[in-house]
């Protein structure tokens, strides 16, 4: 089974055409490309990016790694904790 992201349920309910896409289960459109298009000119659009860039950093200073790497303080966070 594919991967979904925790914004699958509400692509489902807005009625788009979800496709398998390198694992991940992801809309590929809502309407048309064309009313698509000229809904993002004329008000705005938003892309889920939550399927990408997923890392593993281990080690002793991994935590200060981040820190230096990230412009979101990263002090507190737990293990499996996210922080967009």
Do not use: C
């Amino acid at each position: 089974m594919a991967e979904r992201t925790p914004f699958y349920r509400i692509h489902r309910e807005l009625g788009t055409t979800i496709t398998d896409f390198h694992g991940w289960e992801l809309p590929v459109y809502f309407n048309s490309p064309v009313a698509e298009h000229n809904a993002v000119r004329q008000n705005i659009g938003l892309f889920d990016v939550s399927h990408m860039g997923e890392i593993l950093v281990e080690g002793m200073d991994s935590e200060r790694l981040l820190q230096k790497v990230i412009p979101r303080d990263l002090a507190g966070m737990k293990e499996n904790e996210m922080r967009l």
